[in-house]
């Protein structure tokens, strides 16, 4: 269990609207704390996917997940009367948002409150307790300076929009009762807000993630779609090509690249079409650097049970070596 935060930093609890300054000399400061993870994105981008299969490698012992989703101000149906979607800031609770994140962020625990996606309404608040690890997710957890300051990493998923309009639909239809064409008319009536409010948080991530085919190739139906890592100099991140072989950079290679401002960024690519066992060879190897005691996780990559995407177990490692770093 972490610990309390320290006076000075409770102190700093008590004021409103603390400074996104103030914040990250809060968490310097203090001793023992969590390590807080952000993962943004777009509805249905892979978000709950990727800190699943985070919060099952590091133990419930260890890790507290957190959607901030479900700070929603309104239920499902008061939101058909709304101008707005659940995308805009205004339908939802940012200030509560951000006092949560600054108490977690310090080690303290939350009431948060409790949005059910399976019929959307607002239920029981829930406690929560910070853990050695913390991971966010959701639509808004970069969207502001205080709530970004609260981070010790972050990420933000940037699916093609083809492919997050095809999981969207799959997932609304499958699990929270939508038929399709009602799936296609809201994702139509969002759009502006996802441009507005969704996508600029892709400019505060350390890491953005892109789960896509690879372009010019014909690869058969069923290959597992490829990842892209953008590693943006914003945090330090582990050197991938001292700890692989020149025989593993079929499943793997990085290379300088450019961000969509122009400026030069690595770009990890993670073949999809690469064999498992080369793939496995590569996690084996990254794990073996992390020179952990305990043997590689193996819920990663996991989309359902018995289905398995090496790029995503990749992807997940990563940023698993990333958490564990920090607490180093």
């Known amino acids: 269990m972490v610990a309390v935060a320290s006076a000075s930093a409770m102190e700093m609890m008590e004021?409103?609207?603390?400074?996104?300054?103030?914040?990250?000399?809060?968490?310097?400061?203090?001793?023992?704390?969590?390590?807080?993870?952000?993962?943004?994105?777009?509805?249905?981008?892979?978000?709950?996917?990727?800190?699943h299969g985070l919060a099952q490698a590091l133990g419930e012992d260890r890790a507290t997940s957190v959607c901030v989703d479900d700070y929603h101000r309104y239920d499902r149906q008061e939101r058909k009367g709304l101008s707005f979607t659940?995308?805009?800031?205004?339908?939802?609770?940012?200030?509560?948002?951000?006092q949560h994140l600054q108490l977690l962020a310090t080690g303290q625990p939350i009431l948060k409150p409790v949005y059910d996606h399976s019929d959307g309404s607002l239920t029981r608040p829930e406690l929560i307790e910070p853990r050695e690890f913390v991971i966010i997710e959701g639509l808004l957890p970069l969207h502001s300076k205080l709530s970004r300051a609260c981070f010790d990493v972050t990420v933000y998923l940037d699916p093609p929009e083809e492919i997050r309009r095809e999981w969207k639909i799959s997932r609304d239809t499958g699990k929270r009762g939508y038929d399709a064409e009602q799936v296609l008319a809201e994702l139509d009536r969002r759009e502006p807000e996802s441009e507005a409010f969704i996508r600029p948080q892709r400019a505060h991530a350390d890491i953005v993630v892109r789960f896509a085919p690879v372009?010019?190739?014909?690869?058969?139906?069923?290959?597992?779609?490829?990842?892209e890592l953008l590693l943006r100099p914003t945090i330090p991140h582990i050197d991938i090509a001292a700890q692989i072989g020149d025989d593993d950079l079929r499943?793997?290679?990085?290379?300088?690249?450019?961000?969509?401002?122009?400026?030069?960024?690595?770009?990890?690519?993670?073949?999809?079409h690469a064999p498992k066992e080369e793939s496995r060879l590569v996690e084996k190897a990254?794990?073996?650097?992390?020179?952990?005691?305990?043997?590689?996780?193996?819920?990663?990559?996991?989309?359902?049970?018995?289905?398995?995407?090496?790029?995503?177990?990749?992807?997940?490692?990563?940023l698993l070596a990333h958490l564990l770093a920090a607490v180093n």
């Open 215 to 227: 372009p010019e190739r014909n690869d058969p139906p069923g290959t597992p779609l490829s990842a």
């Open 286 to 318: 990254i794990w073996s650097g992390l020179q952990r005691d305990e043997p590689l996780p193996e819920s990663l990559g996991e989309l359902e049970p018995g289905v398995r995407s090496e790029p995503v177990a990749l992807t997940q490692l990563l």
């Open 86 to 98: 659940p995308l805009h800031p205004d339908c939802n609770y940012i200030a509560i948002m951000e």
């Open 251 to 272: 499943a793997v290679h990085c290379k300088l690249g450019r961000d969509s401002d122009g400026r030069p960024v690595d770009a990890l690519h993670v073949h999809g």
């Open 15 to 51: 004021e409103p609207g603390v400074p996104d300054k103030l914040m990250r000399m809060s968490r310097a400061s203090s001793g023992q704390r969590p390590v807080m993870l952000a993962i943004a994105g777009d509805s249905a981008a892979g978000k709950t996917t990727l800190s």
